[in-house]
């Protein structure tokens, strides 16, 4: 059996992110990745080698935000192996079936001149509102970069700015009433507090279900941030596509003596005594790990599939019972479309500039619209007789992602895991079968070609990836890339459990990762790095433990009085 200090189970990007800081810290690390490409949701590939060579596509994920919320790139010093971020400006277009369009760009400025030409006073409370939710992510950017449960890690994060962002939310009573209030309404009911124009409120509710629920979900009004995390930091794409990270990650890992296996699928957790003592594969290899084993898949898959019962039940009783029941998922999912192109996209019927193609494009023509296309999702519906839909021409920022002049197309539709009335039949039992997921694909081309008309003759090739077949590849619960839902119920200390929330299970040197963990899913790598600080907090002498909480209350207490 070979050895190591820690095994990693799986290749994501929070695993790859946790690998890297633990091998920075001396441990030997091996990562075990099911597919023959590491990255699990953050890969770029080339999908289609014959029917379109040299055509590099983004098979999941895209637009990077929340890796600019925390240290990870500057701390693992990623651009010195290979990562280069491009950013977006423009960074969204949304056009509306009656000619208006929203058009926002990285300044907050430009983006209000644009409202204003529509709606002066929607342009007015579109400053305040950004403005709100940027001192509000400020505020919460210390706990996003801290393990859930770690006061002393949370209070340590605060600087100046950070702490005058904290107080200018909830600075006062009716303050911290309303940001409560916030946290708890939903997305939508947000937009309509403060905007009239529906031109506007479209895309920000549009984006706000990019966590995976319809716009009037209660408890998801953090949704609301993601058009101000636009403006600052701002959106961006490493330059490769998404899987320029990884390579990025893998780089470092690689010259830091670590180990990454891929085709290496993870049977069993190996538990001796109550501790993770290593794993086996499919084909019967074992692998030690001496410190731990930390899993970058989700929680239900870990204790239901990978543990034997025995090991769990009499540490943990109720566990399996708590994983099975109370995690939720709401049965929405992604079709995703790849399009290879002639040539871009252009929106003839809204005075078409290129410049509109180097952001996200949306199709939500109403608050409406964006509603059915989610809500739709959750009884078990294709919402396809009006589809909505978030695309992305990379190739319009980054050339090198296609042959010369060519480009491609990233197409997020959302749609059920588990389709209504056909249980039991199609991959998986969902219903989904290559003939459905290719008519609900040229029902989509369909919807965008009523904005930009030349799409259906520009295509060279397609693929349609379904939403079983999303689950099957990512090794995802019921096809969710989060891994569970983002609910405030399921965030924070609730995220999987409260018992495992913070990174650690009742199986002593069983760690947890991933966006099943806080702060959740999407490119951030804090998870990765979150888990690696527990490791590293509880394998350190105590009297080290004690000298950095007592620096994090020192430095945070210097920058109190500094503002005072």
Not at 86 to 115: A, M, N, Q, R, W
Not at 287 to 307: C, E, H, M, P
Not at 493 to 513: C, D, Q, V
Request: hydrophobic residues 40%.
């Amino acid at each position: 059996m070979q050895a190591y200090d820690v095994v990693i189970i799986g290749a994501g990007h929070n695993g790859l992110v946790c690998a890297a800081y633990l091998l920075k810290a001396g441990y030997s690390v091996l990562l075990l990745e099911k597919r023959s490409v590491p990255g699990g949701a953050a890969t770029t590939e080339e999908s289609l080698p014959e029917e379109a060579p040299g055509f590099k596509f983004n098979l999941c994920a895209i637009d990077h935000e929340f890796i600019h919320l925390g240290p990870v790139v500057e701390e693992l010093e990623l651009e010195k192996y290979g990562l280069k971020y491009l950013y977006c400006d423009p960074v969204v277009f949304c056009p509306h079936p009656d000619g208006k369009y929203f058009l926002g760009h990285k300044s907050l400025e430009k983006t209000c001149t644009e409202i204003a030409r529509y709606s002066e006073r929607d342009a007015k409370k579109y400053a305040e509102y950004t403005e709100y939710w940027q001192r509000a992510i400020g505020a919460m950017i210390p706990m996003f970069n801290a393990p859930p449960k770690s006061v002393l890690d949370i209070v340590g994060n605060y600087d100046v700015q950070k702490l005058k962002d904290l107080f200018s939310v909830i600075g006062s009573p009716s303050k911290t009433l309303d940001f409560v209030r916030n946290m708890l309404t939903s997305a939508e009911d947000i937009i309509n507090e403060w905007f009239d124009s529906e031109f506007l409120k479209a895309p920000l509710a549009r984006l706000s279900a990019e966590l995976g629920a319809p716009p009037s979900q209660k408890s998801l009004g953090i949704g609301s941030i993601m058009m101000a995390m636009r403006h600052n930091p701002g959106m961006a794409r490493p330059r490769g596509g998404t899987g320029a990270l990884v390579q990025a990650l893998l780089n470092l890992v690689k010259s830091q003596g670590g180990v990454v296996l891929t085709d290496q699928q993870v049977e069993r957790i190996l538990v001796d005594d109550g501790r993770a003592v290593g794993v086996r594969v499919a084909g019967g290899t074992e692998y030690r790990a001496t410190k731990g084993v930390i899993s970058n898949i989700d929680a239900k898959r870990v204790f239901l599939q990978l543990l034997e019962p025995g090991d769990v039940n009499g540490l943990a009783p109720e566990l399996h019972e708590r994983l099975e029941r109370r995690i939720v998922n709401n049965n929405e999912t992604i079709l995703k479309i790849d399009l290879a192109l002639e040539e871009p996209l252009r929106f003839e019927h809204h005075n078409h500039r290129d410049e509109y193609l180097i952001g996200s494009v949306l199709i939500a023509d109403s608050v409406r619209h964006v509603e059915i296309a989610h809500s739709a999702c959750t009884v078990g519906d294709i919402p396809d007789a009006d589809p909505s839909m978030y695309i992305v021409m990379p190739t319009m920022l980054d050339p090198s992602m296609a042959p010369p002049g060519k480009h491609t197309l990233w197409i997020e539709f959302f749609a059920p895991y588990q389709i209504a009335g056909k249980e039991g039949t199609g991959l998986r039992g969902t219903g989904w079968t290559d003939e459905l997921k290719n008519k609900v694909a040229d029902r989509v081309i369909d919807k965008l070609a009523d904005y930009a008309p030349n799409v259906k003759n520009s295509i060279i090739a397609r693929r349609v990836e379904s939403p079983a077949e999303l689950g099957e590849r990512l090794g995802a619960y019921k096809g969710n890339y989060y891994h569970i839902d983002m609910t405030l119920d399921q965030m924070v200390f609730f995220r999987p459990l409260p018992e495992i929330a913070n990174y650690k299970t009742p199986i002593e040197g069983l760690y947890l990762t991933g966006a099943g963990t806080h702060p959740g899913g999407s490119i951030s790598g804090m998870p990765g790095r979150n888990c690696a600080r527990v490791f590293l907090q509880t394998h350190q002498p105590f009297s080290q433990k004690l000298r950095e909480a007592g620096n994090s209350v020192r430095e945070t207490l210097e920058s109190v009085l500094r503002i005072n």
